[in-house]
């Protein structure tokens, strides 16, 4: 069992920088790749970015590379922190962002139904 609980997000204009923050705590949790989804209303959770274990692989969406940054912090195997800088933020960026942790390949980190564990989500709002 892995218990995500996020924080950050908040309201902020068009070029800013906001910074999400996911604590992670579970047994093993270190093993577990970690990952940013977000979602509109009326639209299905979508990919943003995701982080081995290790810290030392990533992938992104297309439409945020260059612009977000993810990273962890395995201060312990069990309580973990998965962070996501959002830099130059634009209004379609606008959404719920939830935390989610699995144990499976690379190849299909972008897969929503592979992750077993989600947060409960938290709002960007990205005004023009």
């Known amino acids: 069992q892995v218990h995500l609980v996020e924080s950050g997000g908040g309201s902020v204009q068009a070029g800013g920088s906001l910074g999400l923050s996911c604590a992670a705590a579970?047994?093993?949790?270190?093993?577990?790749?970690l990952a940013w989804f977000r979602q509109t209303p009326g639209k299905e959770r979508e990919f943003v970015a995701a982080v081995s274990g290790s810290g030392s692989h990533t992938d992104y969406q297309d439409s945020i590379k260059g612009r977000f940054t993810i990273s962890r912090d395995n201060a312990k195997t069990s309580e973990n922190t998965v962070f996501l800088q959002m830099n130059n933020l634009k209004p379609e960026d606008t959404a719920v962002y939830y935390c989610?942790?699995?144990?499976?390949?690379?190849?299909?980190?972008?897969?929503?139904?592979?992750?077993?564990?989600w947060g409960q989500g938290t709002q960007v709002t990205v005004s023009s």
């Open positions: 579970g047994r093993m949790v270190i093993n577990f790749a």
């Open positions: 989610a942790a699995g144990v499976f390949s690379p190849s299909t980190w972008r897969l929503l139904q592979n992750y077993n564990y």
